[in-house]
């Protein structure tokens, strides 16, 4: 398959690029390196065949239309994507999230790709205090960052209603695993505890998230991109709900800290209590999560253990 991917050196679409190209894929990652965007997430890979990189925002038509010719599909992962930055700059997101997508979109319909992979999460559904959310029902965003992701899922699956493009979109649950920028919970976490820090938690800690490891969602976007209905809508979760609490308590365990490193801080704005997606649907075209949580964290904890020449020169960047 010839793949051009966005946000390619981003966290989930390095992972993602790296398994494509290790099945044999021709890739071609796109993306504009902002801060989250790292070239060292795809050390090694221009030595491989068939890869090459591209730096341009997916705004800029020309640049994308240039190089989205002669590919077979698109895996669009580009997206402004951490909740606490979109309430200091909301207009960012929705210009990257909402005219990208349709910027995206506008030119694979020209350029008459064969199929788009829209890559979307959990967070367009709002809070759900039990149960799980179906693909079908409302989405009921809370954070500019997750309006700007909703609106870009619509803005995609219209495309598909309105001009046939060949679409599909997954709503993926938190992920973690290797090249996560420091600034989402886990790496935060784990990179301020191997520097002796003290780790910020929101409010009572009491806010529930389902983890799913990135090896696992990016099996699940192959999954879908091959054999996902078109126009279709495809939850992605791990089932391994846990609260922000739990979870400080086992990153502390992993890198050797007690309690007295939490610093329990004020909540946030809008903070969703409890994300749940029911995943029957991608689950019928035969996938399931493999990695154990505890396995995962142990597993994520030793990567940047071992790279802090990864993550270091990256804390200058958060904010």
Not at 28 to 51: H, I, K, M, S
Not at 76 to 88: K, P, W, Y
Not at 169 to 186: A, D, H, L, M
Request: glycine share 10%; with cysteine; proline share 4%.
């Amino acid at each position: 398959m010839r793949l051009l991917v966005t946000g390619g050196a981003g966290f989930i679409g390095a992972n993602f690029v790296h398994r494509a190209v290790d099945r044999g894929d021709e890739v071609t990652v796109y993306d504009a390196l902002t801060y989250a965007g790292n070239l060292a997430n795809l050390e090694g890979l221009d030595r491989r065949p068939g890869y090459r990189f591209v730096h341009a925002d997916i705004r800029d038509a020309s640049a994308l239309a240039e190089a989205m010719a002669g590919h077979d599909a698109v895996a669009h992962f580009a997206a402004e994507s951490h909740v606490d930055r979109s309430l200091t700059d909301p207009a960012r997101f929705v210009a990257t999230n909402c005219e990208g997508t349709s910027t995206v979109c506008r030119v694979a319909l020209e350029a008459g790709i064969g199929r788009v992979l829209h890559v979307s999460t959990d967070e367009v559904y709002g809070s759900i205090d039990e149960g799980s959310f179906g693909e079908g029902d409302p989405l009921a965003p809370s954070s500019p960052y997750s309006a700007s992701k909703a609106a870009s899922d619509l803005i995609a699956l219209s495309y598909y209603e309105t001009f046939g493009l060949p679409v599909v979109v997954t709503r993926s649950s938190n992920n973690y695993g290797r090249f996560q920028f420091p600034e989402k919970v886990i790496p935060l976490f784990v990179v301020r505890l191997l520097r002796g820090e003290r780790v910020p938690l929101y409010g009572d800690g009491g806010n529930v998230r389902d983890w799913c490891h990135v090896g696992d969602n990016c099996a699940a976007l192959e999954r879908v991109l091959v054999d996902g209905e078109v126009g279709t809508v495809y939850n992605v979760g791990a089932g391994n709900e846990i609260t922000n609490l739990d979870l400080t308590h086992r990153l502390l365990a992993l890198c050797g800290a007690d309690v007295s490193a939490i610093e329990q801080v004020a909540d946030r704005p809008g903070h969703d209590r409890r994300y749940s997606v029911d995943t029957g649907r991608i689950r019928s075209l035969g996938w399931a999560p493999t990695s154990d949580l505890d396995e995962g964290l142990a597993a994520t904890v030793a990567w940047y253990r071992d790279h802090p020449d990864w993550w270091e020169p990256l804390l200058g960047e958060r904010r």
